[in-house]
């Protein structure tokens, strides 16, 4: 699956859990996590910050469900107008190809010929658009000492909120410290509130 806006914070999870796919539930366009999972989740990065990394990507699968709909929808009429035809594909080219034809099935195939070039042109152009927030680490397997990061930064990103210097959290997720961050201490709380304004639009 890619991932067009939550893709840093799925990269991070999946590092953090040790998988290679997140696991999600396609009947409710959501994650499906585990308790252990979800505990996991919150010990890394605390309730508040968890439930809002776990709504963020569950946003992101449903509006990735919203556009394949959308695809669908166009090909659930295409589909509709062959059905009116009834006709084969061949004679279906045969009949677009012959001004002399029955003119209203002629129509017919005209319009589905449009529609077919219009399908043709959307999935082209959503090929071609960037996914965008791409991460800069690619994780290979399900090892967190396989993310790739720089000397002072997760993810190799330049991003304040990606810095090792008193963020505990970023070194436990690229492996470079083992032992618990302590949620509760003062100088924590103030450094995740300051985090959460670099979010804000």
């Not at 709504?55 to 992101?60: F, H, L, P, R, V």
């Not at 029955?102 to 042109?121: F, G, Y």
């Not at 090892?143 to 790739?148: N, P, W």
């Amino acid at each position: 699956m890619k991932w067009k806006f939550m893709a840093r914070t799925v990269a991070f999870i999946t590092a953090l859990l040790g998988e290679k796919e997140l696991p999600i539930d396609g009947e409710k366009k959501a994650l499906n996590l585990s308790a252990e999972q979800y505990q996991k989740i919150e010990a890394a990065l605390g309730k508040k910050m968890a439930d809002e990394a776990i709504n963020g990507i569950d946003q992101e699968i449903k509006n990735m469900a919203t556009n394949n709909l959308e695809l669908k929808a166009i090909q659930d009429e295409i589909d509709a107008l062959v059905a009116e035809t009834n006709l084969s594909p061949e004679e279906i080219e045969k009949i677009a190809k012959d001004k002399k034809g029955d003119k209203s099935i002629l129509a017919t195939v005209q319009n589905l010929v449009a529609k077919q070039k219009e399908q043709s042109e959307m999935i082209a152009k959503l090929i071609q658009q960037p996914e965008g927030d791409n991460p800069l680490a690619i994780i290979k397997g399900g090892s967190m000492q396989k993310v790739t990061h720089s000397a002072t930064h997760l993810f190799g990103s330049a991003s304040a909120i990606d810095a090792f210097d008193g963020r505990n959290w970023n070194r436990r997720a690229a492996g470079l410290a083992t032992s618990a961050t302590d949620f509760t201490s003062q100088p924590n709380i103030d450094k995740l509130n300051n985090d959460m304004d670099l979010y804000s639009p």
